[in-house]
């Protein structure tokens, strides 16, 4: 059994960093960053893990990341963003079907700790990943939703995820106030 950190939307490595000085077995685990935007590929220093710098999505290929407006700011690959993002500022960037690459790199039996914070495309990433099944290998998950983030974006959504999280007993976790649950 492997231990392995997903950091989905790493940004600039911040949940990471936490994550690597606050547990105690930090460093028995297998670290993955996912962090489409390039802005943010050289701010990982110290932490030692394997850097992709494709966005988590629903398939395998190319899609339209859309940029924030300012230097440190997030961007997105979901159109209807309501603040901080330039649709008119857009790069083409490699993405990943998230749950294929899951089942084909992991065991069911290893112990996961998925972190998303992708700025919406949770709304897409996770209802695939409870279709493929791949959600079946996720132990812990950290993050939020931003539907308040996005025109269009519904409590409906919402519900539906929060429902099919607690089916595979997961909800989303706050890191600081959850740190005890990780092995």
Do not use: Q
Not at 24 to 53: M, Q, S, V
């Amino acid at each position: 059994m492997k231990k392995v950190l997903i950091d989905c939307g790493s940004h600039v490595g911040g949940f990471t960093e936490f994550f690597l000085e606050n547990v105690p077995t930090a460093k028995d685990y297998e670290i993955h960053l996912f962090e489409p935007n390039p802005r943010f590929k050289d701010c990982y220093g110290e932490i030692k893990g394997t850097y992709h710098p494709e966005a988590v999505w629903i398939e395998d290929g190319e899609i339209d990341l859309a940029l924030g407006t300012y230097k440190g700011l997030s961007s997105s690959v979901i159109a209807g963003k309501k603040r901080h993002i330039n649709y008119n500022n857009k790069i083409k960037v490699k993405c990943i079907d998230f749950g294929k690459w899951i089942k084909e790199t992991f065991n069911k039996d290893d112990y996961i700790v998925l972190k998303m914070n992708m700025e919406g495309a949770e709304y897409e990433v996770l209802p695939k990943m409870f279709e493929d099944g791949s959600i079946e290998y996720i132990d812990l998950l950290f993050g939020e939703l931003h539907k308040e983030k996005f025109t269009g974006r519904t409590h409906r959504e919402d519900v539906f995820i929060m429902k099919n999280l607690r089916k595979h007993n997961l909800s989303f976790l706050r890191m600081k106030k959850h740190i005890g649950l990780i092995k």
